[in-house]
């Protein structure tokens, strides 16, 4: 049968339609892919430390590390919650200019401020830009299909960790083989961020946000799990008084309901135990990556190639995340014990770092130290993630992150600032050890009892198996699967956003953005 001419037209009209849809993502990801390339060239950042020590700055280390490091800590936990609601609120975009402002602030203040008040601010605008890290891993998965997220994750995360790679390399070349002075590699940095904050300006702008703009959906995408949890209004239901009509339009909002939904289910423990190993991990990673550079300028100030060890680090850090990928254990048995395993080695780094003199060793346990912490991210990531839907996957690394600083925050004020115990960084480290070798020696015990507890089972009583770390390949035969009905209140695994802390890049070192994923 030849088909009629209005056949063929339409057939062209809807390979002409599809032609244009894939131009149009290519150009989206290559844009996206791009910005998240140039944020992150900044060559001065690892060696913000020695800047501030030497001449013009002349601040002395006790005042670095006690009086205007530990900033950072306050000013990231009052920013962390306004900021993540501003970010969905204002649908993202906004959030990411304000961050460029406040990444050409930071570098304002550094070349232009000269006294303590001056760095703390700088401190200040930082965390902007630590909680507003959020808005990039949001922002991708809000303008794109869900059948893309795991390729559009793959390209911007890829992105982002060349940018990472880039910006220390050049830094380490333009100040050890150009002899370029500290001051100018300041400058450049903060060119590259005005043309950063340019690029932000271009951005698409999405229609809908995840919590607050949920009523525009787009056409033809379905409520998600919790909006369909939502109770209409029965036939033959009495009216509510007003004081009814209020009480129900609280507990029928979407943050209750999902937050009702998590005290459900919280009680899993392997989402209890991974949630556990994100926050206390992350609160003493953070805290190493904090006062690092204060450690590497005490141990030597002469040789300083902090950029080299910043980059040599992130390449670890990615071939880690990567081989976590093909990891394959039983997680419900073998999940402590690993965890313990990688917070003793964790443990032992911070005091090698401690106890050595020699700063090329020094170099080399960071970037091990980093490494370490690398190679659980995914895994918990993951684990966390894999039977959750992607509101309450949010949620979920919203508040672990929360916490996480709340945490730190406690420890810098006890421990760093001045107004308490003020130590010096050798007997910071001295705390960080210890911090890690009570979180390893919790987890082997744990993983001991559980050993015993399968021992009183028996053999043949295997236990139920947990979720896996497969290959991307295998992933994606796993997503079309379905969750039971009867474990997880119907929800099904979606593309999850980010996390927070492992969106695009770690915290900085102290005292700005100096360690980077």
Not at 154 to 161: E, M, P, Q
Not at 264 to 277: A, F, G, H, I, S
Not at 340 to 358: D, K, P, R
Request: aromatic fraction near 12%; charged fraction near 15%; proline fraction near 6%.
């Amino acid at each position: 049968m030849v088909p009629s001419g209005q056949t063929l037209e339409k057939q062209a009209d809807e390979e002409s339609g599809s032609d244009q849809e894939l131009q149009s993502w290519q150009c989206l990801v290559f844009y996206l892919c791009f910005y998240g390339f140039m944020a992150q060239i900044r060559p001065g950042e690892s060696f913000i430390m020695p800047y501030l020590l030497e001449p013009p700055k002349n601040f002395t280390l006790r005042q670095v590390t006690n009086e205007i490091i530990p900033v950072l800590s306050y000013s990231n936990l009052a920013m962390l919650v306004p900021v993540f609601l501003l970010t969905d609120y204002l649908r993202y975009k906004p959030v990411l200019v304000l961050q460029g402002l406040s990444y050409v602030c930071v570098w304002l203040l550094l070349i232009l401020g000269h006294s303590v008040l001056h760095m703390q601010l700088m401190e200040v605008c930082y965390s902007i830009t630590m909680a507003a890290r959020i808005a990039y891993s949001s922002y991708i998965f809000s303008l794109v299909h869900p059948s893309r997220y795991q390729r559009m994750a793959s390209y911007s995360r890829t992105a982002v960790l060349l940018g990472v790679f880039t910006s220390s390399m050049l830094g380490q070349l333009l100040y050890t083989v150009g002899h370029v002075s500290l001051s100018k590699l300041n400058y450049i940095s903060l060119a590259f961020l005005t043309f950063s904050l340019s690029l932000t300006f271009f951005l698409r702008r999405p229609k809908r946000s995840l919590f607050f703009n949920r009523r525009v959906l787009a056409r033809g995408a379905s409520p998600c799990e919790l909006d369909r949890m939502r109770p209409g209004p029965g036939p033959g239901r009495p009216e509510p008084g007003k004081l009814g009509r209020m009480l129900s339009r609280c507990r029928d909002s979407f943050l209750v309901r999902m937050l009702c939904k998590l005290a459900d289910l919280v009680r899993q423990p392997q989402l209890r135990l991974w949630c556990l190993w994100w926050i206390f991990s992350s609160a003493g990673y953070y805290l190493v990556l904090y006062y690092v550079h204060s450690l590497w300028n005490a141990i030597n100030s002469e040789h300083v190639y902090n950029g080299a060890a910043d980059a040599a680090s992130t390449m670890l850090s990615a071939i880690m995340s990567f081989s976590a990928g093909f990891l394959k254990i039983r997680w419900t048995l073998w999940s402590k014990l690993v965890i313990a395993s990688v917070t003793a080695i964790q443990a032992g780094l911070v005091f090698f770092m401690l106890i050595t003199t020699n700063i090329w060793l020094c170099y080399v346990a960071f970037v091990l130290f980093r490494g370490a912490y690398q190679f659980l991210v995914p895994i918990a990531t993951f684990q966390i993630a894999s039977s959750l839907s992607k509101e309450l996957c949010a949620l979920v690394f919203g508040i672990n992150t929360f916490l996480a600083t709340l945490l730190k925050t406690f420890i810098t004020l006890v421990v760093s600032d001045q107004r308490s115990l003020g130590l010096s960084v050798h007997r910071q480290f001295i705390v960080y050890f210890v911090y890690f070798l009570v979180l390893s020696v919790s987890y082997f015990i744990g993983a001991a009892l559980d050993g015993l507890r399968q021992c009183r089972r028996g053999p043949h009583q295997p236990l139920p198996l947990a979720q896996e770390l497969r290959s991307p390949s295998e992933e994606k035969a796993v997503q079309v699967l379905s969750v039971p009905d009867g474990s997880l209140g119907g929800l099904q695994p979606s593309a999850p956003p980010l996390s927070p802390e492992d969106s695009v890049e770690d915290s900085p070192g102290a005292p700005g953005p100096e360690a980077k994923v």
